[in-house]
């Protein structure tokens, strides 16, 4: 690589805070929405109540890193391969969550939080960070949102997991209860209960009833550092123990076997890192951001392996958390750092 294609390398790196703040503000604009078909930049200022001149250079803007499309002749804007991407609910949901200022701010004490023991989040808010979000209301539902359109991308495929020899399930940090609703429908002898905090449990609830459910799936809440429901075959715990360092993990997981018999399954659904996959940007993008909200961090199969024999589980399996649904032949999520389901026995 010649000097010119390594300062443009590193000039495309420094332009990612602007680049995120541009394209949060695009949806927030609602912008992929608006230009579904073609608009005049005057159209879509009235439309956004924003100033026409500085609509215009954001978008200019944008379309240099691929969102967007100006077409010169007509004088219209209308939306690129990767704006229109943004119009699937989840997928959007998601990017809105990665790039919101609240995780902006906390990014900015990130080198601080090199030199102690405690993450970012907890230097700048002096608090864990869904407590943290919890204190405001717009991060809150852009992480609630986000957590439920990861599991809806999922559903794209089917979280494959196996529960047909179960009778009772719970889902430990179940968010919406998404998971365990897509899987009562896939598996109508099971019933069960979604597991979350009390600000949760209200959604929960309604969307239970929006799929009939009611007779076979509750809510619970509470805090899976203090106590777990009792009653349950198989556990399952989707995307949570990621957010959590080791120490708080084994709490967790800990509180998990407390609850469980001999031989009871727990299923931990989460990324999987390769450490020796030098092509895994995702995974390590992922880590990073872990880290910083809340010392928490993406694993390697080794780590879990570890973490599960100290907790009083034994590791039985790891395979690929989704399966492909006919007729659907899109891609996975993440381009890396393998989704998957770890199959653990209680002993």
């Not at 309604?206 to 007779?215: A, H, P, S, V």
């Not at 998990?256 to 299923?267: E, N, T």
């Amino acid at each position: 690589m010649d000097a010119l294609a390594i300062r443009s390398s590193i000039f495309q790196v420094l332009a990612g805070p602007q680049l995120a703040a541009m394209l949060y503000t695009s949806l927030e604009l609602k912008l992929p929405e608006l230009l579904t078909s073609p608009k005049s930049i005057e159209y879509l200022s009235v439309k956004t109540q924003t100033v026409l001149e500085k609509l215009e250079r954001t978008l200019h803007a944008l379309e240099a890193f691929g969102f967007f499309s100006y077409d010169s002749e007509s004088g219209q804007w209308s939306n690129s391969q990767l704006s229109a991407a943004l119009l699937d609910e989840s997928l959007s949901s998601i990017a809105k969550y990665c790039i919101m200022p609240y995780k902006c701010e906390v990014l900015c004490n990130f080198s601080e939080s090199l030199t102690q023991e405690k993450s970012a989040h907890e230097l700048l808010f002096g608090c864990r960070y869904v407590e943290g979000l919890k204190r405001r209301q717009k991060p809150f539902e852009i992480y609630q949102k986000a957590m439920a359109g990861w599991t809806n991308f999922d559903g794209k495929d089917r979280i494959d997991v196996e529960l047909n020899d179960f009778w009772r399930v719970l889902d430990v940090g179940g968010g919406d209860g998404t998971l365990l609703i897509d899987l009562a429908h896939a598996y109508p002898t099971i019933s069960g209960t979604i597991f979350d905090i009390p600000e949760s449990q209200a959604l929960i609830d309604e969307n239970i009833e929006k799929n009939g459910l009611q007779g076979r799936l509750d809510s619970a809440a509470g805090s899976f550092f203090e106590t777990i429901p009792k009653g349950y075959d198989c556990i399952l715990i989707k995307n949570t123990l990621i957010d959590w360092n080791d120490r708080d993990c084994r709490k967790i997981l800990d509180n998990c076997r407390k609850v469980l018999d001999a031989g009871a399954q727990l299923r931990w659904i989460d990324c999987v890192m390769d450490r020796h996959d030098q092509h895994d940007l995702w995974g390590v993008i992922l880590d990073m951001n872990m880290m910083a909200s809340g010392n928490g961090r993406v694993r390697t199969k080794e780590q879990i392996e570890k973490l599960l024999y100290e907790t009083g589980f034994r590791f039985d399996s790891i395979s690929p958390s989704t399966k492909k649904r006919k007729g659907n032949t899109s891609s996975s999520l993440a381009p890396s750092a393998k989704h998957c389901i770890i199959n653990a026995t209680a002993i």
